[in-house]
């Protein structure tokens, strides 16, 4: 089986050492994350973590299956990447002295959607979201100018279908819940 | 109400009380029926065991010499028991010694639950005395685990440690209690744990797939069960036995499982994996449908998966989503608690005898028997023989003794060749393959089982691992049988060696001390033999003595067990020499 990206998409409680066992699972398995971010999710304290690898499908299937069975999981799904709308956050701090001179910098910030946080006699500071190879035509794009400073977000992604984690959560409530 | 008996059932404090964090704990425990645990003290732990001192009447610790002794004893009790085992250790080098047994724990599904002390929370992260990320180092190799800072915590974090240590695939549970929580105080009211939003310790059953096993059972021609510890822990030996006997389907078992059938069956057929019978080994690739129940399909069972029951239907009856399809893929799994899945499974299966089938597991079995249970078992030259011992053992016991043996190939042995009639009679360390396991596992053991003689089978390596415990068998007055086969070796590695590395037998050899002279020094009655006449003698008067007992036995130096499948062979490439 070929290796591919797949985006392992995890549903937890929000406690204090989740991350580390879930990042052993893959660490046990000798398998590189390329991307993990982690934030709060659509449901009320439920976390969600967005981990990306490149691993078969057999690979992933087995991981999904041992991050499921740690305790304070609730649900993790894994996707293909056409199965995926994706994100990623860029920041570009170039040097104003060369890129002022040979850019309207208005039209280019326009053509890019890319967006100016901060602007300064030595430096700008540019910010561009959209897919990997959008904030890689950038990076290219700016190369030339001196980038000084170049720093890329984890990638966050939601699913095309449905993830009815609200009503997952609904089924597991008990009684009498301990979180 | 507060109903304060140890070993009671069902007791929730629902009144709340003011005690300390340390008292909280106390009170956890007996709200949870524990009896006994086994640990060390230390300074980051002692406002417990000043508890433990004022509750002594009500719970009973036993001092351990070393606190991986205390881990094995607490698993060995959980595993004669079924309930949960507790270990306790203070803070840094205290608590790294509990890792072994923790993670022994987790491999084999043991239930246990860990306490222990920590540095006071504002030290946390400072490299402090004896301080040791203990939540880090265990996440690994537990179930669950959890750092408590604030005593208010202590009754809920307990309650949930003692559902997830014993609920589903059962497993050990790491409870780390920083100082000052043990110090400060809290209202303390206990609730028992039943369910966790986040873990459903029982996936769903599935009927249809039930029917579909059923139904591949029905019209297999050579079909064949191999059940592991699942149907222990599930409690579902009776149900195996129905099923295997309403089948008529040939039974073997992982080392695991040993015992969940009585060793007796006619359609017990032996033990799968690297040193299993002949027969249930070759024929696993040779059956039309495998049966497997409660277990996991280690490598040490299967061999080369590639070669592995290619030509079966498998029907995996599994406990854990996680391990279905982990190894070998099944065709039918049939996820769920095996005392319930086996129940629907009963219900469609049709009576069956398998004679001819039966017969070919006979035939292998001759096969084996000629080449080498015949010699192991009846040698009548040269030193005692391993077998030999365990088979003295069998009858003198009448296979009603517990037989907790250590890690090398006396374990090998004894698992081959100890027969049991009641389950649960088997403790060994199966997974992690433990040096050390056996002589503490046999002290948690004869205290959970006290009615049933226990004898602790170890070699001469393993038993100088954890020897120290002698020392507690001794405070404690606990009458468990010790069998040192000794060898002179490290005989498991110096197989290898033999086999595969053309003799050179580094560092295996071993000059060892008076060992009968050592447990004479910690007080215990003690023998040794080398002579074949001497042997039926010396295991009937260590079974007759109503204290601890030291048995050495000096046996064959450079004796080989077979059959065995080497690593990464097929099991079709099963040796008999
Ligand atoms: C703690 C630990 N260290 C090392 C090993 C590797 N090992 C497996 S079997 C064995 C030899 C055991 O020798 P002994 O206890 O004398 O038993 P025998 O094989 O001779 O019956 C060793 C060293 C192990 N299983 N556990």
Redesign the pocket.
């Known amino acids: 089986m070929e290796k591919q990206n797949y985006t392992v998409s995890v549903y937890t409680e929000n406690n204090l050492g989740l991350l580390s066992r879930i990042a052993a699972i893959f660490l046990k398995r000798h398998i590189n994350i390329e991307s993990i971010t982690a934030s709060q999710s659509e449901v009320h304290e439920v976390m969600r973590f967005i981990i990306i690898v490149e691993v078969t499908e057999e690979q992933v299937k087995k991981i999904v299956g041992q991050i499921e069975k740690q305790i304070e999981v609730i649900k993790a799904f894994y996707h293909k990447d056409e199965e995926l709308i994706f994100q990623e956050t860029a920041l570009y701090k170039v040097r104003s002295s060369g890129f002022v001179e040979d850019f309207d910098i208005q039209s280019f910030i326009k053509k890019t959607n890319a967006r100016i946080v901060t602007a300064s006699p030595q430096f700008f500071v540019i910010e561009k979201t959209g897919e990997r190879h959008e904030t890689e035509d950038l990076y290219e794009k700016l190369k030339p100018y001196g980038l000084m400073q170049f720093v890329r977000s984890g990638t966050i992604a939601v699913s095309k279908n449905e993830m009815p984690i609200s009503e997952l959560l609904e089924k597991f409530n008990t009684s009498n819940t301990i979180q | 109400m507060e109903v304060k008996t140890a070993g009671f059932k069902e007791v929730s404090v629902e009144e709340t009380l003011k005690v300390s964090g340390a008292e909280a704990v106390i009170k956890c425990l007996l709200a949870e029926g524990v009896e006994v645990m086994y640990g060390y003290p230390g300074g980051a732990i002692m406002p417990v065991y000043d508890e433990i001192y004022k509750y002594k009447d009500q719970i009973e610790h036993v001092l351990t010499r070393h606190e991986q002794g205390a881990a094995h004893a607490a698993q060995g009790y959980a595993r004669v028991t079924g309930k949960v085992g507790v270990a306790i250790a203070t803070s840094g080098p205290g608590a790294t010694n509990l890792i072994?047994g923790i993670a022994d724990a987790h491999i084999d599904s043991t239930p246990m639950v860990c306490i222990t002390g920590q540095v006071g929370s504002h030290l946390l992260g400072s490299d402090a005395f004896q301080e040791i990320d203990m939540v880090g180092l265990s996440t690994p190799i537990t179930k669950w685990n959890y750092q408590v800072t604030k005593a208010s915590e202590i009754p809920q974090v307990l309650a949930k440690a003692f559902y997830i240590a014993r609920s589903g695939r059962p497993g050990p549970v790491l409870i780390d209690i920083t100082k000052d929580a043990q110090f400060d105080s809290l209202d303390f009211s206990y609730k028992k744990c039943t369910g966790i939003r986040s873990y459903k310790p029982l996936p769903e059953v599935n009927l249809l797939q039930v029917e579909r096993a059923a139904q591949a059972i029905n019209n297999a021609k050579k079909p064949m069960i191999v059940f592991g510890q699942g149907v222990i822990l599930g409690g579902a030996e009776q149900l195996l036995k129905e099923v295997i006997e309403k089948s008529g389907v040939p039974a073997a078992w992982t080392i695991l499982g040993l015992s969940a059938l009585e060793t007796d069956h006619p359609l017990n057929v032996g033990m799968v994996g690297m040193h299993g019978n002949y027969a249930p080994n070759l024929l696993t690739n040779e059956c039309d449908v495998l049966i497997a129940i409660g277990m996991r399909f280690d490598d040490r069972v299967t061999g080369d998966l590639n070669t592995y029951a290619k030509q079966a239907t498998v029907i995996h009856f599994e406990i854990d989503p996680a391990e279905v399809n982990k190894n070998v893929q099944a065709q039918i799994p049939v996820l769920g608690d095996v005392k319930q899945t086996l129940k629907l499974l009963l219900e469609f299966l049709q009576p069956n005898s398998h004679e001819q089938w039966h017969n070919r597991f006979k035939e292998l079995y001759s096969i084996e028997y000629e080449k080498i249970i015949k010699n192991d078992l009846s040698a009548k030259h040269g030193k005692i023989k391993?077998a030999e011992v365990l088979d003295e053992i069998n009858t003198v016991s009448g296979g009603n003794a517990i037989i907790v043996s250590?890690?090398?190939?006396?374990?090998m042995?004894a698992c081959r060749y100890a027969k049991f009639n009641a389950t649960r009679s088997n403790v060994t360390s199966g997974g992690l393959?433990?040096?050390?396991f056996a002589l503490p596992a046999a002290i948690g053991a004869k205290m959970g089982s006290t009615a049933r003689e226990v004898v602790a089978i170890?070699?001469?390596?393993?038993?100088q691992?954890t020897l120290q415990e002698l020392a507690t068998i001794y405070q404690m007055n606990v009458p468990v049988k010790i069998v040192v086969?000794n060898?002179n070796?490290?005989?498991?590695?110096?197989?290898w060696q033999q086999m595969f590395f053309e003799k050179r037998y580094a560092s295996?050899e071993?000059v060892n001390p008076d060992f009968t002279g050592i447990a004479k020094a910690y007080h215990l009655q003690t023998n040794k033999i080398s002579e074949r006449s001497q042997l039926k003698g010396a295991v009937e008067e260590m079974l007759a003595s109503k204290e601890a007992y030291f048995l050495e036995v000096s046996v064959e130096k450079e004796e080989c067990v077979f059959p065995m499948i080497t690593t990464g062979a097929s099991v079709s490439d099963i040796r008999l020499e």
């Not at chain 2, 250590?406 to 374990?411: E, I, L, P, R, S």
């Not at chain 2, 170890?458 to 038993?463: E, S, T």
């Not at chain 2, 070796?489 to 197989?495: I, N």
């Open positions: 072994t391993m250590d890690v090398g190939q006396h374990q042995v393959g433990t040096m050390g170890i070699g001469d390596g393993g038993f691992m086969l060898n070796f490290l005989g498991m590695v110096r197989q295996t071993m």
